[in-house]
DNA sequence: GAGCACTGC
């Protein structure tokens, strides 16, 4: 595309004629010596009001940025380049430098066009939008926004410059595939391999060849950047140019152990409380798996930190020691942002903090004062195990790049320590190269139904930049042709269509789409909401007891889906009592994420024409829930095996129990679950109760009984279908379902 | 009679 000119003048609010700051830009070609003199200027290229004194200083400490100094390589790098792949250490300014200077070469708003910044998280987008926005001295919301579930920080026609979750730029572009509103696009965090990323990264790949017009720059740490350059090269022998800036952190000194360690949480405990003894004063941070091993591991280094004070009060200062991890109430996590304790004596040996944290503190929080890291080497990862269907988190050894991340987190204010409780050995021949990124390690149902969506037919030659397992994309597609979001040959239906405007698995979406039809769209919705969210019950380990009892008196007994529907109902008619959700042990946080979610749901639900509907008759609302459930869930089906409470899963055949969790006062012959996990065994968790002849009239394909195995199920189901037959029930208002998406 | 690492729409 041709570069234009920028206005050339333009009439300030006393109507006299000034000239514009941009005039003479070339768009796309302005060099670093064009923008300085704007950037240091009296008026704001972007409003044409005067800079206040705040940018100015603010200006003066971006200057300090490193990536300030390299304004002149990166803009030659812009002008000259469809696709910039981007590396910056922690503290290069990357984040917020970057489109920044983007702006002002693309001059998106001159165009009516936006730059995006897109990340793998929400709070990162919110802040940074709003950290920009003061850099620029213009308001947040306006000429720079930022857009979030739930919430759209942007003016349309104003907004040019855009920070945004990843999931939120992959929902737009279903509505858009060629991403036409941006000019520019950053994705920013890529070595991080969020699905999300993944799946932006193969469709941008497309989408530039189509649009020549667009930009695209991808940002990432150190570690992967070859990999983009690959992936983003015009050929094998084209790299993608490379835009490098050093971070600015402190040397970390990395310290193995001499001996693999038996137990790594003690060994952990150990090496905290020797650094405590030992070492200058300075900040602890130790990484452990989670919640339970961390609180438990608080306990005792409190408790043994207390004793060295005792003993040795002229060595040793005092010690406090915060858990953290994602599930904690946010004003608790706030607790690890605070100072450490002072020294008991005037001049005695100053206190310390520790903060014992999941993989939360490896990424998405930082707290400033660490100068130690305790790193044994383990995270809790989720594995998918397409072959029966169940993802489960299990420890797992970290990669190298984890660790290098977690020991950077030493070096953030002054030079650090990281002590790894592994062998140098282990480090350098046992961990991988790089975690391995999401795409390869869930259940792809729901992406797969987004690719479908968005034109992708090939989902198996699709260019990913790391392919998931073929079984893992023939499992999506199984459950995408039962649910028949797909027909026979593999194309989507309407009904799919439908199913992808949902932000949430196909089969919740199936089964809201399906609700109003036996009148109890109300109810679903609000299931689906809580389905949506995490554990909305609090089990503290002191108060099991009294936790339990709470939560039985709001069990339905028929089920573990009907529970959810009540304790959605009661919290939203007790909203108005204080402290309510925390009486009845229930975390508020997820029941108001809850409510926010099935807002979300509604208004899709209103704008598709599906109903919002209800009966009063109790039974024959739990009825309707049931089979709206199954005709979403109908794979997700056991079946009782003899009487010693042991279920078979439908089809797949899996042992399963019910999880101890599960409210049924009795075991029923058959049951629907929401999840299939593996922990010391296999479980079933949120559980209810059906009646067989609903799969049989709404699931007849998956529920043709040539395809079962000779057993109990097939008996049952054999025996049920022979009485249908002699009845004559069922049939009529599937067919008349099945004509509505035909 | 057990557990939910972390994100995201």
Redesign the pocket.
């Known amino acids: 595309m041709a570069p234009t000119t920028a206005n050339k003048e333009l009439r300030s609010s006393e109507n006299l004629v000034v000239k514009d700051p941009f005039f003479g830009f070339l768009r796309r070609k302005v060099t670093a010596k064009q923008i300085l003199p704007v950037m240091t200027g009296q008026v704001n290229p972007f409003n044409k009001t005067s800079f206040s004194a705040a940018y100015k200083s603010i200006l003066d400490s971006r200057k300090k940025l490193p990536v300030f100094g390299q304004k002149h390589e990166f803009y030659e790098m812009y002008s000259n380049n469809q696709v910039l792949i981007m590396v910056g250490e922690t503290g290069s300014g990357k984040t917020t430098q970057i489109p920044q200077f983007v702006v002002y070469s693309d001059l998106p708003h001159t165009k009516g066009k936006i730059v995006a910044c897109a990340?793998?998280?929400?709070?990162?987008?919110m802040s940074v939008a709003k950290r920009v926005a003061e850099e620029m001295d213009v308001s947040l919301g306006k000429e720079v926004g930022y857009?979030?579930?739930?919430?759209d920080m942007t003016d349309p026609g104003t907004t040019f410059l855009k920070y945004?979750?990843?999931?939120?730029l992959?929902?737009?572009a279903m509505n858009d595939p060629l991403l036409q509103r941006y000019s520019t696009i950053i994705l920013d965090e890529a070595h991080e391999r969020?699905?999300?990323t993944d799946i932006l990264m193969g469709l941008l790949k497309s989408v530039i060849k189509k649009r020549p017009d667009l930009k695209l720059i991808v940002m990432s740490a150190t570690l992967d950047a070859l990999k983009f350059q690959k992936y983003f090269g015009r050929d094998s022998d084209n790299l993608a140019p490379l835009f490098k800036v050093p971070g600015r952190t402190h040397p970390v000194e990395v310290f193995y152990t001499q001996e693999p360690e038996q137990d790594f949480v003690e060994s952990a405990i150990r090496t905290v409380l020797m650094i405590h003894r030992a070492e200058e004063p300075g900040d602890i941070l130790l990484f452990l798996?989670?919640?339970?091993?961390?609180e438990d591991a608080c306990r005792k280094i409190k408790l043994e930190a207390d004793d060295l004070l005792n003993q040795d009060p002229d060595l040793v200062g005092p010690l406090t020691c915060y858990p953290?991890?994602?599930?904690?109430p946010p004003q608790q996590q706030q607790r690890i942002f605070d100072k450490a304790p002072s020294p008991r004596t005037p001049n005695g040996p100053p206190g310390r903090k520790v903060v014992v944290?999941?993989?939360?503190a490896e990424?998405?929080?930082t707290i400033d004062g660490i100068v130690y890291v305790v790193d044994p080497g383990f995270?809790?990862?989720?594995v998918y195990n397409p072959r029966i269907r169940v993802e489960?988190?299990t420890e797992q050894p970290i990669s190298k790049a984890s660790a290098q991340q977690r020991a950077g987190r030493a070096g953030r204010t002054r030079p650090g320590k990281c002590f790894r409780l592994y062998t140098e050995e282990a480090f350098m021949k046992e961990l991988e190269e790089q975690s391995h990124p999401?795409i390869l390690?869930?259940n792809l149902a729901?992406t797969v139904l987004e690719l479908l969506q968005l034109g992708i037919k090939d989902l198996v030659h699709f260019d990913y930049i790391d392919a998931p397992a073929p079984e893992t994309l023939m499992r999506a597609l199984e459950l995408l042709h039962y649910l028949a979001a797909l027909d026979d040959e593999g194309h989507i239906t309407p009904l799919g269509s439908l199913m992808a405007s949902?932000?949430?698995?196909p089969q919740l979406a199936k089964m809201l789409i399906v609700s109003p039809e036996f009148k109890c769209s109300n109810e679903v919705l609000s299931i689906a909401a809580m389905l949506?969210v995490?554990?909305v019950?609090l089990?503290p380990?002191n108060q099991?007891?009294e936790?339990?009892a709470a939560k039985a008196l709001l069990t339905v007994p028929d089920g573990d889906h009907l529970t959810l529907l009540n304790v959605y109902n009661n919290y939203m008619q007790n909203a108005h009592i204080k402290n309510w959700t925390w009486d009845n042990y229930l975390s508020a946080r997820a029941l108001s994420q809850a409510d926010n979610?099935r807002t979300?749901l509604l208004r899709i639900m209103e704008r598709n024409d599906l109903d919002l509907v209800s009966i009063d008759d109790e039974k024959k609302l739990y009825n309707g829930i049931k089979q709206a459930l199954v005709c979403g869930f109908f794979m997700q089906v056991a079946h009782k095996e003899g009487e010693q409470g042991s279920y078979l899963t439908v089809k797949d055949n899996q042992v399963v129990?019910l999880?101890?969790?599960c409210g049924l006062d009795v075991q029923p012959e058959w049951v629907l679950f929401n999840e299939f996990?593996?922990?010391?065994?296999y479980?079933i968790?949120t559980v209810t109760s059906i009646k067989p002849q609903w799969l049989l009239e709404h699931a007849p394909t998956y529920y043709e009984l040539g395809s079962f195995q000779d057993g109990g199920m097939k008996r049952a189901l054999r025996a049920l279908e022979q009485r249908r037959v002699v009845s004559g029930g069922g049939g009529g208002r599937k067919a008349k379902k099945q004509k509505k998406f035909a």
């Open positions: 990340q793998p998280r929400r709070v990162a987008a857009t979030i579930r739930f919430e945004m979750t990843d999931g939120m992959l929902r737009e969020t699905l999300a798996t989670g919640e339970e091993q961390i953290l991890y994602s599930s904690l944290s999941t993989n939360i990424t998405s929080l995270s809790k990862q989720k489960s988190l999401e390690r869930c729901n949902f932000p949430t698995d949506s995490p554990n019950w089990r380990p099991r007891r936790a339990d979610v979300q129990a999880h101890p969790s996990a593996f922990t010391t065994r479980y968790r």
